[in-house]
C-alpha cells in the first residue's frame, strides 16, 4: 500500500506515492535495484536511526523522524556510497528523491501519513 505524506506544519505535499518498508527483508533491500525515484516517490523505513547509500545509483534527500512524526534532521541530496549519521531519536526515516525537498522542510515540522 502507498502512502501520501504531508508537512502538516507547513500545510504542503511531500510526497504522492511512498512506499513503507517495516520488515527485515524491506528495510533491507531499501531503494537498491533502483536506478531513480520520480519527484513524488519515496520509501519510510520503520524502524531505522540511520541509513547508507552504499551499491545505490542516485543521490537521496533524508528526514529522520521520531516516534510522533516530527522531523529530527533532514539531509539533503546524500550522495551513493555515504553513510548517514546515527540519530538516536529518529524511530524511522523517509527517503526522497534527491533535491525533492528543495528546503521545504525543516527540524520541527511535524508529517502526516495517510494511505493514498
Known sequence: M?????NATRGALVA????KADTPASRSRG?????SLA???GLWIVPCPMIHTFFMKFPIDVLFLDSALRVVRVVENL?????????LSAR??????GGALGGC?????????RPA
Open 2 to 6: 502507498n502512502l501520501i505524506v504531508f
Open 16 to 19: 504522492a506515492k511512498v512506499e
Open 31 to 35: 531503494l537498491l535495484g533502483r536506478a
Open 39 to 41: 519527484a513524488d516517490e
Open 79 to 87: 550522495r551513493p556510497w555515504r553513510l548517514s549519521p546515527w540519530v
Open 92 to 97: 524511522s526515516v523517509l527517503e526522497l528523491k
Open 105 to 113: 522542510v525543516r527540524v520541527g515540522d511535524r508529517l502526516d501519513m
